[in-house]
């Protein structure tokens, strides 16, 4: 079992940027593929970023890369999404998922609770 924990959403001001941490409790943390996606309103979940158990491996959507940076501390049991250079179009509640290196929702087995980013023009 993993129980996923996401912070470091809020409100930024477009051009700027937010860590979001995903904190993992369960030891076998360090096994799983992690990935982050997004939901805006009236949208469907989205993919933005996935990393691989030791951290060697990344992917992206389009629409994010060279401005979103996905890392992993196996140490802590914690994955980051470093954002940068935000727009009001990445403003979603972002979740945390692990069990998988992929960008299909379904493949992943444990989700967090979400934390909300709001990006402002």
């Known amino acids: 079992q993993v129980q996923l924990v996401e912070s470091g959403g809020g409100l930024v001001q477009a051009g700027g940027s937010l860590r979001l941490s995903c904190a993992a409790s369960g030891r076998t943390f360090s096994r799983y593929g992690m990935g982050w996606f997004r939901q805006a309103p009236g949208k469907e979940r989205e993919f933005v970023a996935t990393i691989g158990w030791s951290g060697g491996s990344t992917g992206y959507v389009d629409s994010v890369k060279g401005r979103f940076t996905i890392s992993r501390d196996n140490a802590k049991n914690t994955v980051y999404l470093q954002m940068n250079s935000l727009k009001p179009e990445d403003t979603a509640v972002y979740y945390c998922?692990?069990?998988?290196?992929?960008?299909?929702?379904?493949?992943?087995?444990?989700w967090g609770q979400g934390t909300q980013v709001t990006v402002s023009s």
């Open positions: 998922a692990a069990g998988s290196s992929s960008n299909k929702a379904n493949l992943y087995g444990y």
